[in-house]
């Protein structure tokens, strides 16, 4: 079974509406953190967001918020406000276990933002 | 702050030759990351060091590459022979520890002729 699931691999959305991007995690052990991470057209990979699995509430950095959703395994990234800078490729990533450091990615979602 | 620097941005080389990158992480994190990207495999974890130490090479291809870190501010990975099948992005990430960001270099695009 694949380890982080990405099922929309494009999106396209209006500037200014918001915009959620699915992830979906499957993993046995209660120690977790998920990751989001950005890829725009110019390659480098820019951190946006982490989740920890004994996190009680959700993780919130300026515009991006991570809806984590437990029982449902799943760790949806909710961009608000959305602007034309927010095109770009977005990965989901997870660690399992405690103190295990690798990272697993998702396949990734390309969102594009119309004007 | 400086972030990570990786180098070469791009390297272009024939098949058979011995490729180097290089990678110096954010001074004072502790784990050091390279990871490969290709549009069909997307993006992997090749191996990762803790305080210089190889901590997981399981996603290492095989014996072509090699990674060391010999102290807290550079590492290699090295491909020899290289092969066609060996072309891709390589990045470099740093951390300070467990559920901390890893922060990335802005990758090698590697082309292997």
């Known amino acids: 079974a694949q380890k982080i699931t990405q099922t929309q691999p494009g999106m396209f959305v209006q500037e200014k509406e918001a915009v959620t991007l699915d992830c979906t995690y499957d993993t046995s052990d209660p120690s977790y953190g998920l990751f989001w991470y950005k890829q725009p057209s110019s390659g480098e990979m820019i951190f946006l967001i982490y989740q920890g699995s004994y996190d009680q509430q959700n993780a919130t950095e300026g515009r991006y918020s991570l809806n984590f959703q437990k029982a449902r395994k799943s760790a949806n990234l909710v961009i608000s406000a959305s602007q034309l800078g927010d095109s770009a490729m977005y990965f989901c990533?997870?660690?399992?276990?405690?103190?295990?450091?690798?990272?697993?990615f998702g396949t990734g979602t390309r969102l594009t933002i119309i004007p | 702050d400086a972030g990570v620097i990786q180098s070469p941005r791009h390297e272009v080389t024939e098949m058979g030759q011995e490729v180097t990158l290089r990678c110096k992480p954010i001074?004072?994190?502790?784990?050091l990351f390279w990871y490969r990207q290709t549009m069909m495999r997307g993006l992997e974890l090749l191996i990762y060091f803790n305080n210089n130490v190889p901590i997981d090479d399981s996603g290492m291809p095989e014996d072509r590459f090699s990674a060391k870190m010999p102290n807290a501010s550079f590492s290699t990975l090295k491909i020899q022979p290289s092969e066609p099948r060996d072309s891709a992005v390589y990045f470099c990430?740093?951390?300070?520890?467990?559920?901390?960001?890893?922060?990335f270099g802005d990758g090698t695009r590697l082309s292997i002729l």
């Open positions: 001074s004072g994190h502790n784990s």
């Open positions: 990430a740093s951390n300070l520890g467990v559920d901390q960001p890893q922060h």
């Open positions: 990533a997870m660690r399992e276990g405690r103190g295990n450091e690798k990272l697993t």
